[in-house]
């Protein structure tokens, strides 16, 4: 077959001079998305994209299967507040979620609809904080390709805006005070106040009072010494403490602050936790006798859950409460300390092996007293009560065929009942769902999650493997569309749970970040070859896919293995590991990566880097980069730049395409975006691996999820 024709991409002479050595970057130029040159070339390769789609004759088919496995409706725990509970639903064609109301009754009225705001589809739900009485609701949209996210405060009953914007508050923590009257919350300083170009977080924590202009709301924590701090906020119920974490970028270590708001415009914090001297994450929340509930990795890399006073800075004055279990890590816990109990309660959910447990423990000593019964091995998340006291709890269940189900615990009856949730247009699949252990080249052995057609089959199998590997993120057998549609075509689903995630704990993490991220890369490889040398799949059946971080780790993966491999979808990748602090929020995540600047850092980048890894003449496999038209979270170069390389690379016949999206954010898609892109992803991996929707016999049934 002729080698393909893509359109012209200058080759620079660009190249730094790094500490003595030389790192070439031939397609510096199209960092510039203004530069004309750059334009032109993005508009051909999007007429080279449509050229390409325009081929895949079972487009059709999947987007038949993708639409029978997708979900609708509530998908996440309501927040209870008051006399009312606060609920986000998707309804069937809908563009974006809207955010609901129910009363004491039952009775629903939409709150904020975003498409009446935004017609186009563009504007999304982001968050939304209800005040403590449930009497207004602090309220962030996201629209796509702008940096601000901007708060705007409802009156619940009247749906009216009664304060607000208040601008420049994107990845906010919100914390009301009692009354409803005032809120903290956390926004970058105004540009004019920065130097010219300056693109660090720069973030503050600020007072605002309702009614008062957002100009007035006074910095009370957050300085210029901290210019890529997050921070978190906490009040405690009667409202006379506060609570502050601050985390440099997605660091795996904070600091924690208390303050006593004698007055609340002016705080004075006290350093309980210091982050850095203890290497640990502490997360902390207030109890009814305003002492400390800590959640932390401190001497327990899988997590435990400790009290302390708020004058104890000292880790040695906790008292562990739930101790660790070190084959079961920490994911979450909540108090039930309504009045009406016989005794305060703790809920705790741990995943062993990837499916949660949730179990129920006395608050005062941790004592064990009965675990919850789940529907299934899968997984449970986002355990929410009334606040600012409830016997009630109420969180989200799904597996890889049932899309999230929201639950209710009733403290004082001991049930655990389902209450709402979200449903797909027609009938999942029957997967067979189950985890197995492979070994790394080093010897550590590896879970690898396999969802397969429950029919028997004798053979390998078309295969789509998935992974991410970064920032301690933990992979889990969740209910995703993408793979049921794959599943239901015939096709294996696979996800690794390389190091760099948390699905081991803590230690998980450091094995697999900063200098060790090499192993997260080979981890998948080996992930790849154990799936061909078992049989279950062949090298011209694998195709990989990976999502912002996971989308670096796929590249890589395929750069440094490109034999292994049919296809390589890459969706809001890293790429340039050299320069990827100069775009978006790289520079928050030195702790991950590691930085350029330094010279024994800069060489942990190269070695894995993939854009300074790619080898002409290689027959690499087919490629399809996806990603934002601009891209405020990892930068849109990334993209840009790899598909040059590799176009000019390549010595094989399979296609290295780019398709960009514009009005989205990074990995945030209105409805219909996210449907089509699913569908090119899906119809791009079946064509190079020959899995076909048409020739799918999976029946279309329950799960089954074998023993883990």
Known sequence: MARLSYPAAWRGDAEENLFGLPVPDPYRWLEDADDVRVRDWAEAQDDLFRAHRAEWRERGSWASLVDEVSSFGVSEPPMARGSVMFLAEQSRGDEQRRLLVVDAAGNRRVLVDPVEIDPSGHTGLFAWWPSREGERVAVQMEVAEQPGSDITVLDVRTGETVDGPLPRARNTSLAWLPGGDAFYYVSRVPDEELAPGDMRLQRRVRLHRIGSPWQADTPVFGGDDAPDHYYGLTVSADGRFMAVTATAGPASHNDVYVAELVDPRAPRFVRLVDGSTLGARVLPRFLADDSLLLVTDYQAPCGRICTANRHDTDPAAWRTLVAEDPHAPLDECLVLDDPALERPLLLVARSRHGASTVTLHDLADGRPLTGLPLPGAGVVSSLRTRLPHGHRAWFSYCDATTPPTIYRYDAT?????????????????????????????????????????????????????????????????????????????????????????????????????????????????????????????????????????????????????????????????????????????????????????????????????????????????????????????????????????????????????????????????SASKERALTIDILAFAGKYTGLSPQEATTPFRETVAEPQ
């Not at 049930?415 to 029957?430: I, K």
């Not at 190091?499 to 890369?521: F, L, N, Q, S, T």
């Open 413 to 669: 009856s001991g049930r655990t009942e389902p209450e709402t949730g979200a449903t797909t247009n027609g009938h999942t699949p029957r997967i067979r769902s189950h985890s197995v252990r492979y070994p790394a080249a080093d010897g550590t052995e590896i879970t690898l999650f396999l969802f397969t057609p429950a029919e028997e089959h004798q053979g390998p199998r078309p295969t789509l493997l998935y992974g991410y590997g970064s920032f301690g993120m933990p992979m889990r057998p969740w209910f995703f569309p993408m793979a049921a549609a794959w599943v239901g075509a015939g096709g294996t689903y696979a996800v690794a749970c390389v190091r760099g995630g948390g699905e081991e704990g803590r230690h998980w993490h450091d094995a697999g970040r900063g200098p060790h991220k090499h192993r997260a890369i080979s981890d998948f490889n080996d992930a790849a070859a154990w799936l061909i040398d078992t049989g279950r799949t062949t090298r011209g059946q694998l195709a990989i896919l990976g999502q912002s971080a996971g989308g670096l780790l796929v590249t890589a993966a395929a750069v440094q293995r490109p034999d292994l491999y049919a296809a390589v979808i890459a969706e809001g990748p890293l790429c340039d590991m050299v320069r990827y602090e100069q775009f978006g929020l790289g520079c928050t995540w030195t702790d991950e990566f590691g930085t350029a600047s330094r010279p024994e850092q800069l060489q942990w980048l190269l070695a894995y880097s993939p854009y300074h890894n790619v080898t002409p003449e290689t027959r690499y496999p087919a490629f399809l980069f996806a990603g934002a038209v601009t891209d405020m979270q990892t930068g849109e170069a990334h993209v840009t730049k790899m598909c040059a390389a590799l176009q000019h690379a390549t010595g094989g016949e399979r296609p290295i395409l780019m398709r960009r999206e514009p009005d989205t954010a990074h990995a945030a898609f």
